[in-house]
């Protein structure tokens, strides 16, 4: 690449391309990436990508569909957990 310092740094997880003259991401197929996540070609990093039903917000730590009730919760308000709905329904 004409004009380029070949120790820029594209940042990290990626490298200059000296045929494009452009950032792209080092090596890495998007197969190793775990269940439920895709290459992020910006980042170039496996990200969460799942979605969740309306009652069940995304965990993108743990990049799963969690509800905000549970049992044990809904039994302290003396209630009986509807695991369908992710909701606590009266007795």
Same mark, same amino acid.
């Given at each position: 690449?004409?004009?380029?310092? %070949?120790?820029? !740094? /594209?940042? #990290?997880?990626?490298? @200059?391309?000296?045929? +494009? =003259?452009? $950032?792209? &991401?080092?090596?890495? %197929?998007?197969? !190793? /990436?775990? #269940?439920?996540?895709? @290459?992020?070609?910006? +980042? =170039?990093? $496996?990200? &969460?990508?799942?979605?969740?039903?309306?009652?069940?917000?995304?965990?993108?730590?743990?990049?799963?569909?969690? =509800?905000?009730?549970?049992?044990?919760?809904?039994?302290?308000?003396?209630?009986?957990?509807?695991?369908?709905?992710?909701?606590?329904?009266?007795?």
């Amino acid at each position: 690449c004409r004009h380029s310092n %070949p120790t820029n !740094s /594209c940042g #990290p997880h990626r490298h @200059l391309d000296q045929k +494009t =003259c452009r $950032c792209i &991401c080092n090596a890495l %197929p998007a197969l !190793s /990436c775990p #269940p439920n996540h895709v @290459l992020n070609k910006e +980042t =170039c990093q $496996c990200t &969460c990508d799942r979605t969740c039903p309306r009652h069940q917000p995304l965990n993108k730590t743990k990049c799963s569909c969690e =509800c905000h009730e549970s049992p044990n919760k809904c039994f302290l308000k003396g209630r009986r957990f509807h695991q369908p709905t992710c909701s606590c329904l009266r007795p």
